[in-house]
């Protein structure tokens, strides 16, 4: 498919993982949901969601297993069973295989999407961090339930973070701050992750918080997470920029051997 170019993937070398997000391009949507949408719950037209998805699944060559997300911190593992036509959909914000050919993908239209992997392709896990989520553990969680699965230790997994709202474009409040444990005038406290900017609104580093937090979990093996999906409207879908809009995915799989 041509659009699938211009995807992103973590440039990590776990052999035995695949690992992609998808952009605004290679899907069949049209309008504000052109062209990529997989989101099913955001007024698309549900043909087109239903052929996006398939092509995402084409292009992975691994079964996808979408969550109903809700901004929290609940880890749901998964197999092939949970990726057959009809199964339910699970609601959660973190889920993890260790089955090949199953994929773990999570929806993001300015949450940051964390993608997980064990060593040697042991186990995979994908999070959907959006702030509430991230000061809820989510992250965290998802990391558990990858080490458990894949018997390793949080230094030997290697995580990528996807597109997200960038610190330029992400303007919170004092109850964002508040859910990370920093009080305002303390901003420049260990991580930095905040900036004043006067009128009790802040600049937040959404995928810097992430990074802060898989340091602590043990984790040293993190990249990714530098792109803006507010400032590029023609690669990403925003919803903060554009209120009606698309979902991208952000997935990872065992591939089969």
């Not at 089955?99 to 949450?111: F, I």
């Not at 991580?191 to 004043?196: E, G, I, P, T």
């Not at 600049?203 to 898989?214: F, K, V």
Request: aromatic share 6%; net charge neutral; proline share 4%.
């Amino acid at each position: 498919m041509s659009g699938a170019a211009d995807w992103l993937a973590p440039d990590w070398g776990v052999a035995g993982v695949g690992a992609l997000m998808t952009t605004r391009s290679g899907g069949t949507s049209s309008g504000r949901y052109a062209t990529m949408n997989v989101g099913s719950a955001v007024g698309d037209d549900a043909a087109a969601v239903t052929v996006n998805r398939a092509l995402l699944a084409e292009a992975m060559g691994a079964a996808p297993v979408f969550l109903r997300q809700v901004h929290g911190a609940r880890v749901v593992c998964v197999g092939r069973a949970d990726a057959a036509a009809g199964a339910p959909i699970l609601e959660a914000d973190a889920v993890v295989t260790g089955e090949q050919g199953v994929a773990c993908v999570v929806q993001a239209a300015d949450c940051l999407p964390v993608l997980l992997a064990a060593p040697d392709g042991r186990a995979v896990a994908a999070a959907h961090a959006g702030w509430r989520g991230l000061a809820a553990g989510v992250v965290e969680r998802a990391l558990d339930a990858l080490c458990r699965v894949g018997g390793c230790a949080p230094r030997e997994v290697v995580a990528w973070l996807g597109a997200c709202i960038g610190p330029e474009a992400f303007e919170v409040g004092e109850d964002v701050l508040a859910a990370f444990g920093v009080a305002p005038g303390e901003e420049r406290g260990p991580s930095a992750r905040f900036v004043a900017k006067g009128g009790a609104k802040w600049h937040a580093d959404l995928a810097g918080l992430a990074r802060d937090r898989l340091a602590a979990a043990g984790v040293d093996a993190v990249s990714g997470g530098r792109r803006c999906t507010v400032s590029d409207a023609s690669r990403f879908f925003s919803y903060r920029r554009d209120g009606v809009t698309g979902r991208m995915a952000a997935a990872v799989w065992i591939a089969a051997r």
